[in-house]
């Protein structure tokens, strides 16, 4: 069986917990607390620890893309979106009639939603960026004004750069 990893990065919307096995990432998820399973740094591998060091610098206004071994865990469907998810580009959002468009099945809006909150990569996976048609921020796993700062958070940084 398969070692997991847990770590935890403190960001400025909220504390995140971080999963991961000996080949990627399983999970960035917002959480409340840290749980009582803590997992030695000493031994984390070193997909872990860069996972910490790119969200660090996403949270500092010094990434805009990640590259990390990713264990991605769902149905055929949910991968194609998470998928199309990932080619949003940073600072932009997309509605979820344009995912289920790209995704093949413009009635499938419903199911984008369910998908998105599916997702266990927030962040890398970056469900955040996908708005209402009417551009409300609707539904977000991490709460909606979690989604409301990062995507001001991505918006100021390319302002600023």
Known sequence: MENVFKAYYES???LIEITAGEKG???IYF????SNLNSDSKNFPFHLKDCIRQLDEYFKGKRMTFDLPLIISGTDFQKKVWNE???IPFGKTASYKEIALKAG???AV???GNANNKNKIAVIIPCHRVIGSDGKLSG???GVK???WLLEHERNFLINN
Not at 31 to 34: E, H, I, L
């Open 12 to 14: 400025e919307p909220g």
């Open 25 to 27: 990432i399983i999970s």
């Open 31 to 34: 959480t409340k607390k840290k």
């Open 85 to 87: 998810l990932k080619k």
């Open 105 to 107: 099945n413009i009635k």
């Open 110 to 112: 419903r199911a984008i």
């Open 140 to 142: 977000y796993a991490g």
């Open 146 to 148: 979690r989604k409301k």
